[in-house]
């Protein structure tokens, strides 16, 4: 049973250019968190989403960054017209329901932007 | 809104000896989980051990531990006979029963040989 798949790994961008971020949850799992993590700080909740349905985005930027999770394939983080802020590691955790401890993470995805 | 804190952004131990990583949270909720992760220079999220609120014994997994003390919202994580892998970035974090996790901003521990 594969884990969770994030891709790429790491992302170079300059400024002004899109970003996207792929996050493949672990098989059976419906739902996918989002977290980024700044330098030498802990993980910030971003997005929670069901497929076809963003659950709960309080922790996302109000412009620039959307997500979206498909009835097909994976689910997307996508950052427009990225700036030097945007660099950090983003990570998708997946988990099988809405009630549920289970949160099994990816390995992240590092985002540099020049 | 939930918190977590980690007041100790550095720790360190003698490899072989035992050391307490603290993290106290604030929530109005009753049901709730608490965990701890470890992160290596990888970045990845490994998750280290998880303790139920609603249950009042102290989760174990080998070597890590934790004292759960549920009216004060603390939850440290014990560490006996630290090795060498054992360094790393250190998350202790918060999750309802649905929803998204709160983390704190973390613990270096370094283990010296």
């Known amino acids: 049973n594969a884990g969770v798949m994030q891709n790429p790994r790491h992302l170079v961008r300059r400024r002004g250019q899109e970003a996207r971020l792929r996050c493949s949850p672990m098989?059976?799992?419906?739902?996918v968190y989002w977290y980024r993590q700044l330098p030498e700080e802990g993980l910030k909740f971003m997005v929670y989403?069901?497929?076809?349905?963003?659950?709960?985005e309080s922790g996302m930027p109000k412009e620039r960054f959307s997500a979206e999770f498909p009835k097909e394939g994976p689910s997307i983080l996508r950052i427009q017209q990225v700036v030097r802020g945007d660099s950090a590691a983003y990570f998708c955790?997946?988990?099988?329901?809405?009630?549920?401890?289970?949160?099994?993470f990816g390995p992240g995805t590092r985002l540099t932007v020049t | 809104a939930q918190t977590v804190t980690q007041s100790q952004p550095e720790m360190s131990v003698q490899e072989a000896e035992t050391v307490t990583l603290s993290c106290t949270y604030d929530t109005s909720e009753s049901d709730y989980y608490l965990f701890w992760y470890k992160q290596p220079p990888s970045r990845q999220m490994i998750l280290v051990i998880r303790q139920e609120a609603y249950k009042q014994q102290n989760a174990t997994e080998n070597r890590f531990s934790v004292n759960f003390q549920k009216a004060a919202k603390s939850f440290s994580l014990k560490i006996s006979d630290s090795q060498l892998g054992d360094a790393a970035m250190y998350f202790c974090a918060y999750k309802p029963n649905a929803g998204k996790s709160t983390f704190g901003d973390g613990t270096t521990l370094t283990v010296k040989p």
């Open positions: 098989k059976g799992h419906s739902h």
């Open positions: 955790a997946s988990s099988p329901g809405t009630v549920s401890y289970e949160q099994y």
């Open positions: 989403l069901q497929k076809e349905n963003i659950i709960d």
